[in-house]
């Protein structure tokens, strides 16, 4: 987020806006990222969750086995819709470093 300091702007990421960013970051170049069925995520990255799943930045595709690992290992897959590639767009301007920009 930018905010407005007189003639000049000042950027300031929030706690949210890198939260977002750890879980859009995870997309690869189709928009999809998988998480472990079972996972627990830490606070701030449950709540990224669920605000993305509230904006409708991304959809459950599948429910997949993992292959190479042993067990019954399961992953979630989703994709990012046209709402979460706008958002990760604007992260990645704030990240350049961690997006390969």
């Known amino acids: 987020m930018i905010a407005p300091l007189g003639d000049r ?37 449950q709540v990224a969750f669920e605000r993305g799943i509230d904006r409708e930045w991304f959809r459950l595709v599948d429910v997949s086995p993992v ?10 897959v989703f994709r990012l819709t046209q709402a979460g590639r706008a958002r990760r767009a604007e992260l990645a301007a704030l990240f350049p470093d961690e997006s390969g920009q």
């Open 9 to 45: 702007h000042l950027m300031r990421i929030s706690s949210d806006d890198e939260a977002d960013w750890r879980l859009l970051g995870l997309a690869n170049g189709k928009g999809k990222f998988a998480i472990h069925l079972g996972l627990v995520l830490d606070l701030d990255d």
């Open 67 to 76: 292959a190479a690992v042993s067990g019954r290992s399961l992953l979630r």
